[in-house]
């Protein structure tokens, strides 16, 4: 029994050796000695003749040049250079085990049919070069090079290619296959511009992909581990998927990238895509300034973050719950419009800019301190204290902060032009530089306020920070509060509104009116000094001191005293104005007075040749009548005092003849 069994298994062994030796054929070797060619056909050019399926090894220095004049498309196990220096051309070969290269230098120029097999060629020597164009069919294409290889023929089929082993290789045909292409290690480097199709999805797992100075478009771009590098080369793919390694060459294209599972992707490239980009899990590191495209969506989710690593640059948008780390870059984000909230936190010594229209709320307790700029659209708080006490902060372009109902405290504030606003939020800033726009959330703390440059700015919070408001140049209107604040009005300053501010001083070149043309404006202890203007208004000639528009004349309201500091040689302008049309109710042929300032514990130094009164802008015909100043208890008057009517004249003057007439001849009875 045993020895049937033993026979049994002799003959299955032998079948087997049969059939595979019919199969992958026999192992000739190139000699090239004394065939008088440099055929393959030659059978003296090898140790023995060679059939189809043999395995063919090229070895020796004798006709290192030779020619495949066996039909195109002959079949051919393992092809074996085990020497440099070969070429080898002619008709094309179908390959069942590969090619391996296991030293020196060696070009095969024969095209290549894998039949459908998936296959690697091994480049252990220094290089070798495939010339020909290569069919993968649908098997895949494996390239294990420990040396260099240059493939410039056109690979083509639905099949796949994978680069393996630590040597390079170059693409440089401009290949059609459209199954994936996969660096797992060493590197798979482009030596002309799409060498890769369109719809080939490129997945770098360990190696490097490096593109030079060379486009491409492709389809998905998956980057596990290793690197996409390039120089001025740019990568256009349908996504990117990364994990871990490092991107420097230019990553285009309307696809997104998306950042998964931990590790570390670094970023160099002037990428240009403009897709989403979206950091799940672990850090997206920058590498360089402006690695990512001024219109990608950036979102970074809880536990991922963004780090600028001290570069600077310019995103579509900012949202998500991770963090930001500037180091000491600077991040502008915005410019794509549209409103996202954003409730990580952004840490460093950098700075962060809202641009373009539509809304950023923050949320997060943020500690960056190099300053936030608002330029466009608008930063709303989410939530009190987002932004960090020593950072500044400048609101210019239009844009508007929005403290909503949430308070900060903030280093030095700036409005150039836009608003800053709230509802009951209170802003602290170390200081207050106005020019333009309007200011509407409640300013405190002990900083002052000055008010530059030419244009208007309006208070209108029930303000309550307590430094100084210095206006050297345009308009403060102030239609809330300021009353914990002393206000000085320089030259070339306006102070206007109908609200409450603290002592005012109005130097020489200074200028103030009550209300809103007309109105009443509030304030503590007044000084008018040399040179300083108060521009009075009024609409109607018989309304009321301080109302509103069409209903009276302006009124300074004074709780505290009036110093009148002007001098009789050096004064304190009195300018009158009807505004745009004629005050109502206005007769030139009767007096009038009104009330322009009250003080209520008084008035000193009051004398009306201290004024000087400019009706210029008085549109009123005034019928020879004049304006005047004068002071009742706490209370500074304006006065027009009427010319009488010319009958008024006549009448006077027939009774002043006739009382003349009478003497005479009472004092001529008497001479007789």
Known sequence: MFKKLLYFVSAIIFIAVFISSDLYGAERTWDGGGGGDNNWNTAANWDAAVNADDALTFAGLTQTTNNNDFAGGTS????????????????????????????????????????????????????????????????????????????????????????????????????????ATTVSTGSLKYGASNVLSNSSAVTVSGGTLDIVSYDDTVAAVTLTSGAITGTSGVLTGSSYAVESGTISAILAGGGALTKTTAGTITLSGTNTYTGGTTISAGSLQYGASNVLSDTTAVSVSSGAVLDLAGYNDTIGSLAGEGNVTFGSGSLTAGGVGGNT?????????????????????????????????ISAGSLQYGASNVLANAGAIAVSGGGTLNIVSYDDTVA??????????????????????????????????????????????????????????????????????????????????????????????????????????????????????????????????????????????????????????????????????????????????????????TASTGITSFSADKFDIDSALFTNALGGGAFGISQS????????????????????????????GGWIRKKAVRTI
Not at 130 to 151: D, E, K, P
């Open 341 to 373: 909230n954003y409730s990580g936190i952004m840490s460093g010594t950098g700075s962060f800019t809202k641009a373009g229209s539509g809304t950023v709320t923050l949320s997060g307790a943020n500690t960056y301190s190099g300053g936030t700029t």
């Open 76 to 179: 051919f196990g393992l092809i074996t250079f085990n020497a440099g220096g070969f070429t080898v051309g002619g008709n094309s070969v179908t390959l069942t085990s590969g090619i391996n290269n296991t030293t020196g230098t060696n070009v095969f120029n024969c095209g290549i049919s894998l039949n459908n097999v998936s296959q690697e060629f091994t480049v252990g020597g220094t290089s070798l070069t495939l010339g020909g164009a290569i069919s993968v069919g649908n098997a895949t294409l494996t390239i294990n090079s420990s040396g260099t290889s240059q493939i410039n023929g056109v690979i083509s089929g639905t099949g796949a290619v994978t680069k393996s082993g630590v040597g390079t290789t170059t693409l440089s045909g401009a290949n059609t296959y459209t199954g």
């Open 633 to 660: 208890g706490n209370d500074i008057n304006l006065t027009f005092t009427a010319v009488p009517e010319p009958s008024t004249y006549a009448l006077f003057g027939i009774g002043l003849l006739g009382l003349l």
């Open 412 to 597: 030095a504030v700036t409005l150039t032009s836009g608003a800053i606003t709230g509802t009951s939020g209170v802003l602290t800033g170390s200081s207050y530089a106005v020019e333009s726009g309007t200011i509407s959330a409640i300013l405190a703390g002990v900083g002052a306020l000055t008010k530059t440059a030419a244009g208007t700015v309006t208070l209108s919070g029930a303000n309550t920070y307590s430094g100084a408001t210095t206006i050297d140049i345009g308009t403060l209107s102030v239609t809330g509060t300021i009353a914990d604040s002393a206000v000085a009005i320089n030259s070339g300053g306006t102070l206007i509104g109908s609200g409450t501010v603290g002592d005012v001083v109005v130097a020489s070149g200074g200028t103030f009116s009550p209300g809103l043309s007309p109105g009443t404006l509030n304030s503590g202890a007044a000084v008018w000094e040399s040179g300083g203007t108060y521009l009075w208004e009024i609409n109607k000639a018989t309304g009321l001191k301080g109302a509103p528009l069409g209903l009276g004349w302006d009124w300074l309201d004074i709780t505290g005293g009036l110093s009148i500091t002007a001098t009789s040689g050096s004064k304190f302008n009195l300018d009158l104005s009807t505004m745009e049309v004629d005050a109502s109710n206005f007769n030139n042929l009767q007096d009038y007075l009104w009330v322009i300032a």
